[in-house]
């Protein structure tokens, strides 16, 4: 699949405005949907959508089909008669800057359980039956989802394998009479999705209308405390006796970490996956298709082949690799769905396998700007090594900021960046790296907004191998400044990312 020349923003929905301690996709949504518009971009990077567990990680979620509550706009919401306004009133403020994850669920889930009675009481026929129809559409992952959320709770939140036997190994009559003993609870989860749905569906509609382009992410490994696992035990490599992963996810050593990276993650059951016709896989990816139009497979070379770390290890270390069907799974999706818009998260240990891969599907690689500096002109982050066929980044969400990486960069990657570029001003190093991705062959160029805003290293959004303050930051309305729009549209134009 053949890509125009676009540029666009990074930019998970938590981290937009707004007053109630998280972003959401209401108004500052759409808000944002118009920054785009007005500064020429077309694309919209996120992050997973899924709800979130422990670490507040988008990619460690409760389930790969759902929406997260956390992000359904309470205004929306009281706009429909299902929350009355005092109800929305702040007794305390939240950070402007940051995400309290506990402080917000403290506040926001009340309010949710309140609006899904009101709904089931209240509801139109009109609604009630589009309510019906979503749960019909989607009762291949919705009825496990809210089974499990609600056991969740009735289980004092914790993991899966710790429930009762019956539930956690799935005897249908345990599971029966929890469906019955959890009904108002199972509702509950299942009206937030509805809900999640809808808006969602109408701020992407909103972006699309305006000629901006969703672009999702899609992690290659799902959470062991997750619906999907739970539901799909086969699927995946567990202990019978124990039900947590025989078998861990993660990396080997990197430029991350030296002990490299042991997600938890349990690692998939190959070969039950490819016997069932990677039918868990399709309907995964048939339902991100709802939420964007694109579609980055995050960690793409676990498709060619994976790191795999044994039960119990205390590191990444005594990992090794293992071959996977990534073209018996690649075809299956052509065969079954049709050629889609994946972009491939190509970084970290790749090989010529990897490469081999992705280039047989066409699939877009990924660039990014701060590795690339820190050896000589054959680097292939540098934009002169670079080909049409994929996306630069100055960084990712992984990465430090361009202002933080700047600041604790060595002399000799200071040095090469000014040689590389010319002479720029003080402090705007990271405009000069916008102009380097904008400026570059790469059909699709995706800039951090903490990038266009010039910000820091306290405005990072994730520090791999760190499980503490992540995942928190958030911008200001006033940030977006006239001054800074105009230079990235100017700058859109002048490289030729605009739209026709």
């Known amino acids: 699949m053949s890509f125009s020349r676009t540029s666009g923003i990074l930019l998970h929905p938590t981290s937009l405005p707004g007053r109630f301690g998280i972003g959401d996709i209401g108004y500052q949504a759409y808000r944002f949907v118009d920054f785009l ?27 790969a089909m759902a929406g997260n509550p956390m992000l359904i706009s309470l205004e929306n919401v009281q706009s429909q008669g299902l929350l009355e306004e005092e109800e929305l009133a702040l007794t305390e403020s939240f950070p402007i800057d940051r995400v309290d994850y506990d402080a917000v669920a403290a506040f926001k889930y009340p309010l949710l359980w309140k609006a899904a009675k009101r709904f089931k009481d209240h509801a139109s026929d009109e609604v009630r039956n589009e309510f019906n129809q979503f749960r019909r559409d989607r009762v291949s992952w919705l009825e496990d989802y809210g089974l499990f959320m609600a056991l969740r709770d009735a289980n004092n939140l914790r993991p899966w394998p710790e429930w009762d036997r019956g539930l956690a190994q799935r005897d249908i009559d345990a599971l029966n009479i929890a469906r019955v003993d959890l009904a108002e609870q199972i509702f509950y989860h299942e009206y937030m999705q509805f809900e999640f749905f809808r808006q969602w569906r109408d701020l992407k509609h909103y972006a699309n209308e305006k000629g901006i382009q969703i672009v999702g992410d899609m992690p290659i490994y799902v959470a062991h405390n997750s619906s999907d696992v739970w539901a799909f035990p086969d699927k995946f490599m567990l202990n019978p006796d124990t039900m947590y992963p025989s078998q861990m996810a993660g990396v080997p050593p990197d430029f991350f970490s030296a002990e490299g990276q042991l997600w938890g993650n349990p690692t998939y059951n190959w070969a039950a996956v490819q016997a069932s016709g990677f039918d868990w896989w399709m309907l995964r990816i048939k339902s991100l298709l709802e939420f964007v139009d694109l579609m980055r497979i995050d960690h793409f070379r676990g498709f060619e082949a994976y790191w795999a770390v044994p039960e119990g290890a205390p590191n990444a270390l005594g990992g090794h690799w293992i071959e996977a069907p990534g073209e018996a799974f690649f075809d299956t999706v052509e065969e079954k769905l049709g050629k889609l818009p994946f972009l491939a998260e190509d970084l970290g240990q790749i090989d010529d396998k990897v490469h081999a891969l992705r280039e047989k599907y066409g ?82 160029a995706v800039i951090q907004l903490q990038d266009v805003l010039g910000l820091g290293t306290q405005s990072r959004m994730n520090t791999p191998g760190t499980s503490e303050g992540n995942w928190e930051w958030r911008y200001v309305d006033a940030m977006l400044t006239p001054t800074i729009a105009g230079q990235l549209k100017n700058l859109t134009e002048l490289y030729g990312r605009a739209p026709d």
């Open 363 to 444: 699939f877009p690689g990924m660039k990014i700007l701060q590795f690339a500096f820190g050896s000589d002109n054959k680097n292939h982050y540098l934009p002169h090594n670079v080909d049409r066929n994929f996306l630069i980044y100055t960084g990712t969400h992984d990465n430090d900021t361009t202002v933080g990486w700047f600041t604790e960069a060595t002399e000799y990657e200071k040095l090469r960046l000014v040689n590389y570029v010319g002479a720029f001003e003080a402090s705007s190093e990271h405009w000069a790296m916008i102009r380097l991705a904008l400026s570059s062959v790469a059909n699709q």
């Open 37 to 63: 518009a007005e500064t020429k971009q077309q694309l919209w990077q996120i992050l997973p959508l899924g709800p979130t567990g422990h670490g507040n990680s988008p990619y460690m979620s409760f389930s």
